[in-house]
């Protein structure tokens, strides 16, 4: 489904992606883990074109889509859930998730009744302005608009950033689901124990490169290695 190989990133001379590669097999979650400042953002920026590789190859379902520009390659089928959720604030809720529609036609099209059903609580603000929701309901909003563009490949970049640790439970079965729908996912998260959970693969970025990768299990089981390259610690 996606294939990253040997990406080379900068944001004008600083050095930020320095050979990257990654691999995303269809209808599995695979997360990208790393503390702040580390790459993981403009991992996905490289992803969707707003931050194009200088070196390295960017490859969606076989093509190449390295040069490509963002709307292209959204309408190819990426859909994108970023970090601080950047919903429409003077929109509605409703609005906020028409406006992104696309690919109706699709057999078990994401369709604005099938996102309700799915966030029902988006159904009952569905006329609320963005800025009058919670920040767990401006999250589930984030994803249903990514969605209304069914996309075949969702990019989630550190969605639970900010939610109360029951909406990060929320937030774990919502992803679940997408996954066990078949939907293929790319999790940027720092939240290790929600992100291992869900996860078919891991990566480690560390100051742009990857510095470990293994199924979740393995890297769960190693604190020595968590606690050097996450924080995180028993």
């Known amino acids: 489904m996606l294939q990253l190989i040997d990406v080379h990133t900068y944001y004008w ?7 990257v590669s990654i691999d995303l097999e269809e209808g599995t979650v695979v997360t990208l883990l790393g503390r702040n400042g580390m790459g993981k953002t403009t991992t996905i920026r490289s992803i969707v074109g707003l931050t194009p590789p200088r070196r390295g190859a960017i490859l969606f379902k076989g093509t190449d889509v390295t040069r490509l520009p963002p709307q292209k390659i959204a309408k190819m089928g990426i859909g994108l859930v970023p970090q601080g ?20 036609e699709k057999h078990e099209a994401w369709t604005l009744e099938r996102v309700y059903s799915f966030f029902p609580v988006l159904k009952q603000r569905a006329k609320f302005k963005g800025d009058l929701l919670s920040g767990g309901e401006q999250q589930m909003l984030a994803i249903g608009r990514a969605l209304m563009t069914n996309p075949e490949l969702l990019l989630m970049d550190e969605p639970s950033e900010g939610l109360a640790p029951v909406m990060v439970l929320e937030l774990g079965q919502i992803i679940g689901q997408l996954k066990a729908d078949g939907l293929s996912i790319l999790l940027v998260e720092q939240n290790v124990s929600m992100a291992l959970s869900l996860a078919d693969y891991a990566y480690i970025l560390m100051r742009g490169e990857i510095v470990y990768q293994s199924r979740p299990r393995e890297l769960g089981e190693n ?10 610690a028993k």
């Open 13 to 19: 001379e600083s050095y930020i992606l320095k050979g």
């Open 85 to 104: 959720r950047h919903i429409f604030s003077s929109l509605s809720v409703e609005e906020n998730l028409t406006v992104s529609a696309r690919n109706m």
């Open 223 to 232: 604190e020595e290695l968590k606690n050097k390259y996450l924080g995180v």
